[in-house]
């Protein structure tokens, strides 16, 4: 008796494999959409950064394509490093049509995965990984930081102002120079402050700096440096509480809650990684996946700008920055990206 | 900018980057005099800054306002010395090797504080919270001159908190019979067994009171430093915790003093970058300073660091 219900359950359990299988495979027949996917670093989706905002593109891009979340499009979260690889290459043999690794900390597994499959069509975002099955997409960081720059440099009272940087890089130097070249172009007299913590996530350090900073006199500090400058919010909420006026600039989204009930934040550096997510993908469902190229996103596409919070940002440094928004689209000014152009540009300013 | 201004530059940075590391090494000092390794601190003080980050968020949607850290801080005691039960256990009645249960408790305590923010907010990290430890002039002390601007100007009162539980822990542990009995059963518990003292019990209280106050270390870090908690906001400050009690021999002023010291270091090497002649030293160096510093201050001034002898070892009654 016992033996013939395990024959029988072993049927059963065989049929039901069969025929989901097949259920499976006439799914896929007919399933000819477009589908796309992105691995996120360790921050995940809602890291209100970078992977926050890819995700809302590729949610937009499939609500405006119709498609079905979870599994035309989606997300796969890396909770270390070492899953970087296998996401990105469980997401290609699901055959997504496009992948984004987000993140330039991706950058060697994007290469890897590129070698091993060399069908799948890859995408990075914040580096350049030169493999004729990778886009790179990059931001003209230097633009959206000149941006704040020029509304830190009229709007300082002590011709004081700061950068702090998490580790420096070239990346990161793109921020540093486009913003010190905003403050000179508004104001030639101010002085600019420079630091690099030497690490993204170390807030007393973000501390420290701000305190020094702050306690030379300087009253805007523009960040580039993650959870370090959760340390600089902290010292200019303090700052504020004890009735100084001190300002802190936000960047890669706009950081106004951040500095919250103080109101620190002056303004932020935003970077549209939802609109490059999206324009790529409309550009490979249409045919033309830019593998191989380096898709830079500036101005020129609205993927950079200053955040849609403007109540502290003063009329004049409006106009100033919408002035010469437009001189940069039109390519009338170029803002410089590395110390060697910030000089050549510092020497046009004294002509 | 003179040598008076740099100073108070930097001592009140040290001192506020201190705080949290002096309670979590205090937190070290109990368990480990008492025989016990605690290389837990660092998943308990992660804990503490889990709860304190939760609970200040809490107080807030509840109306307590300001007192909302300070309600964090006795949830994050309490949380702390409850987490650091499991450790006791392992290691003081099941007698494992304390060094392993000690990382254990790092793994649980980073994937339970992250499991436990995701279920709860639905996201990587708590929201910022709002109300803070605020910075403030001191009455009357900080109109001291000198020692008012570095000590008593915008300080936060939790770093006073800071050194005075260490004060009260060295008198504690040096100065009354419970404190000797904490010691004996980390020299030589079975002689402490020997004249009637209690030493399992003895760990166990030891261990929990270390667990409160890493928990409080890290619960005080958010209020004062982060102001949220995401799994990488408790990164490796744990461990400086252990490397000051070390530092200190098991003391706790001199943990205190050793975590002081890296406050300094590391200050020194920030503020070092904005002041004249020094700033002509390569970046690099001046991050790497606090740990020269250490190493030399280790090897050249500190002499030995003995540790407890029973330090490390389950007690086992009977055996010689």
């Not at chain 1, 200053?306 to 003063?314: F, R, T, Y």
């Amino acid at each position: 008796m016992k033996k013939r219900t395990g024959v029988m359950l072993s049927l059963a359990l065989a049929a039901g494999t069969l025929l989901t299988a097949c259920g499976k495979d006439d799914k896929a027949a007919d399933d000819k959409k477009f589908k796309v996917a992105m691995v996120t670093d360790t921050g995940g989706v809602d890291d209100k950064s970078f992977n926050q905002s890819a995700w809302e593109g590729l949610q937009k891009f499939g609500a405006d394509n119709k498609l079905k979340s979870g599994s035309d499009f989606k997300y796969l979260q890396s909770n270390s490093p070492s899953d970087y690889a296998p996401n990105l290459n469980k997401l290609v043999r699901d055959k997504y049509d496009i992948v984004y690794g987000i993140g330039f900390l991706m950058e060697n597994d994007i290469k890897k995965v590129a070698d091993q499959q060399p069908k799948g069509k890859l995408a990075i975002v914040d580096t350049v990984v030169d493999k004729k099955n990778v886009a790179s997409i990059v931001f003209k960081e230097n633009e959206g930081s000149f941006l704040v720059g020029l509304i830190a440099g009229m709007q300082t009272k002590s011709n004081k102002v700061g950068f702090v940087g998490g580790v420096e890089s070239p990346l990161i130097k793109k921020f540093e120079n486009g913003f010190k070249a905003g403050v000179k172009m508004a104001n030639p007299k101010a002085e600019i402050m420079i630091q690099y913590a030497g690490d993204f996530n170390k807030a007393e350090k973000g501390l420290a700096i701000a305190n020094t900073f702050y306690g030379k006199g300087a009253d805007i500090i523009y960040h580039a440096a993650g959870g370090t400058g959760k340390g600089i919010f902290t010292e200019a909420k303090n700052r504020a509480k004890n009735g100084k006026k001190v300002w802190v600039i936000g960047v890669d989204r706009d950081q106004f809650e951040e500095g919250q009930p103080q109101g620190v934040t002056l303004t932020s550096m935003v970077k549209r990684v939802d609109i490059a997510v999206q324009q790529v993908s409309k550009d490979t469902k249409e045919g033309h996946f830019p593998g191989g190229k380096v898709v830079e996103f500036g101005l020129d596409k609205d993927a950079v700008s200053i955040a849609p919070h403007k109540e502290n940002v003063s009329k004049d440094a409006l106009a100033k920055v919408d002035e010469f928004k437009k001189k940069i689209k039109d390519g009338e000014l170029k803002v410089p990206k590395d110390d060697k152009e910030y000089e050549e540009f510092l020497k046009t300013l004294k002509k | 900018m003179d040598f008076l201004q740099i100073l108070a530059l930097i001592i009140p940075a040290a001192i506020v980057s201190a705080a949290p590391i002096i309670l979590t090494s205090l937190g070290g000092v109990l368990s480990e005099r008492s025989g016990v390794v605690n290389i837990g601190l660092e998943g308990l003080m992660m804990f503490g800054a889990f709860i304190g980050a939760l609970f200040t968020y809490y107080g807030q949607e509840w109306g307590l306002g300001a007192a909302s850290p300070w309600m964090s801080f006795v949830a994050a005691i309490v949380a702390g010395a409850i987490f650091a039960i499991p450790h006791a256990i392992a290691s003081i009645s099941l007698k494992a090797d304390q060094v392993v249960s000690g990382v254990a408790l790092n793994f649980l305590a980073a994937g339970l504080s992250v499991f436990l923010t995701k279920k709860i907010f639905d996201a990587g990290q708590t929201p910022d919270i709002q109300e803070r430890i605020n910075k403030g002039d001191i009455p009357f002390l900080s109109k001291i001159p000198l020692l008012g601007d570095w000590l008593f100007s915008s300080a936060y009162v939790t770093s006073f908190v800071a050194v005075a539980l260490a004060v009260i822990v060295w008198f504690v542990i040096y100065k009354t019979p419970f404190g000797l009995r904490i010691r004996s059963v980390g020299e030589h518990p079975m002689a402490a067994e020997t004249m009637g003292i209690n030493v399992i019990k003895t760990r166990y209280i030891s261990v929990i009171l270390g667990g409160a106050f890493a928990g409080l270390g890290g619960a005080i870090y958010v209020a004062t430093i982060s102001g949220n908690f995401s799994a990488s906001t408790i990164s490796g400050q744990g461990f400086m915790a252990l490397a000051a009690m070390i530092f200190g021999k098991w003391h706790p002023l001199g943990a205190m003093g050793a975590a002081l010291f890296f406050g300094l270091a590391q200050s020194l090497s920030i503020t070092g970058e904005q002041i004249p002649y020094l700033k002509e030293i390569p970046n690099a160096i001046l991050l790497v300073l606090p740990y020269v510093l250490t190493i030399l201050a280790l090897t050249g001034f500190v002499g030995r660091a003995d540790a407890p002898k029973a330090s490390g070892k389950p007690y086992e009654k009977g055996k010689r």
